[in-house]
């Protein structure tokens, strides 16, 4: 059950640390010992699912709890639609999970490697304007909390800890079970195309608004954008892919392989990041493809990158988006990596990006290699000025004061976590920089 483990990092390597033990439990009594002996010895405890967040909320330099061991469904109701997952079951395997029960998950982002407790703590979402993020999903919860007890919670069932703890930073209790409202299985169609940049920012909203997913993507200081729109198909659509060898080169050789070097290349000698930028403007849409949901949401990721994202109101999705460009125009800004723009329907959840209002995300990369603080904190402080909310799992620089005044819960959130977790077992200093 016990390792050590010199130093773990977050998957784009901007986060490292190094904390006392590695536990990885296989059941909820082993999670129960583990929460209670960092109690009693004074050390805080930290979950860590995929290690994809980009930010340190999941670093501690007292116990990292792994539920690698502890996946797997608990129960699926074809009927209702309620599934309940294992903490740590990972989102690539939730589809073949919940294939048997004809259910699937009402909307994934592009990257399937996290943990379903880490993809609701730190509000991971896709996109679709009739659709929440994962945490609005939510309907029930079971946790281990900060003094060792177990606990079911949900809207019926002690609300407030349940409003709190289906978005926590894993700072209410540990999720050792998650309910989700899931829907029947469905296939989705994705078309892409490169599009003129300003007619595809003008028609965004409405465009998004009649689309089940519609997203795009844009290389700063192009004037082209790569528009990517699915449409929902009944479950025994024929699938229709392109020829394998084709895939192969469109997503691994052109997607994964020629992209990292290319953006090796522009990080050894950054003027080379604007025509870099230029060619993948042109040849970012690929073909075709309709399939299984979960087989079209997630795309392989493997060139490697750091990530700022803003959830912004969507009715100043506009003129933010004029802003930044004015900014990198101004600052001469030189990245490879585009913008990915999405929309989110307004859920409750106390600390959701969407919280109460239909929302427009704005994301954008750095290569990994290359030093991400001065781009993207370029992006924070353009974007700030409209009420943009920060992605919990991503870099930012906002602290406690700042972040209450985005939140109308926030103070509410910080009573709960106090009253669950008086000692501070589950926070950091990070935590505490963001929580207050």
């Known amino acids: 059950m016990t390792s050590r483990t010199p130093t773990l990092r977050s998957w784009s390597g901007a986060v490292r640390w190094r904390p006392q033990q590695v ?55 074809p009927v209702t639609g309620l599934v309940t997952l294992r903490g740590g079951t990972r989102l690539w395997a939730v589809a073949e999970l919940l294939a048997p029960y004809g259910l699937a998950l009402s909307v994934m982002g592009d990257i399937d490697r996290q943990s379903i407790a880490g993809a609701i703590q730190t509000g991971t979402h896709g996109t679709g304007s009739r659709f929440t993020g994962f945490a609005g999903m939510v309907r029930a919860l079971r946790l281990v909390l900060a003094d060792g007890s177990v606990v079911d919670t949900s809207p019926a069932q002690d609300p407030d800890l349940f409003e709190a703890a289906r978005l926590g930073l894993g700072t209410i209790g540990v999720v050792l079970e998650v309910t989700l409202q899931c829907v029947p299985a469905y296939r989705l169609e994705l078309r892409e195309s490169t599009e003129p940049l300003e007619p595809t920012v003008r028609s965004f909203l409405a465009d998004s608004a009649l689309a089940d997913h519609h997203e795009f993507f844009w290389f700063p200081r192009t004037d082209r954008a790569t528009v990517r729109t699915m449409r929902r198909l009944p479950a025994e659509a024929p699938r229709h892919r392109p020829a394998r060898a084709a895939e192969l080169l469109q997503q691994e050789v052109l997607g994964n392989g ?21 060619i993948a403007s042109h040849v970012f849409a690929g073909p075709r493809v309709l399939d299984d949901s979960a087989a079209v949401f997630a795309a392989p990721r493997r060139v490697r990158f750091h990530e700022t994202e803003w959830a912004l109101p969507a009715g100043r999705f506009e003129e933010a988006f004029a802003a930044l460009r004015a900014r990198f125009e101004e600052e001469g800004v030189q990245v490879t990596f585009p913008l990915e723009i999405r929309r989110a329907a307004a859920d409750d959840v106390w600390l959701s990006t969407a919280h109460g209002r239909d929302t427009v995300y704005i994301a954008a990369h750095r290569y990994r290699a290359e030093e991400p603080g001065p781009y993207l904190l370029l992006v924070q402080r353009t974007l700030e000025a409209f009420g943009a909310r920060p992605h919990w799992g991503k870099m930012h620089w906002l602290g406690a004061r700042e972040l209450a005044r985005l939140y109308p819960r926030f103070t509410d959130f910080r009573a709960v976590r106090e009253a669950a977790d008086p000692d501070g077992v589950l926070m950091t200093p990070y935590l505490r920089h963001v929580l207050g």
Not at 51 to 58: I, K, L, N
């Open 258 to 278: 020629a992209w990292e070097v290319l953006c090796r290349a522009a990080a050894l000698v950054p003027p080379l990041s604007r025509p870099v930028a230029e």
């Open 23 to 77: 536990l990885r439990p296989s059941s909820q009594e082993v999670v129960v010992a583990a929460v209670q002996s960092a109690r009693a010895r004074g050390v805080p405890l930290r979950v860590l699912g995929g290690g994809h967040s980009f930010s340190a909320v999941a670093a501690t330099e007292g116990i990292t709890l792994m539920l690698d061991d502890h996946q797997g469904l608990v129960s699926a109701d």
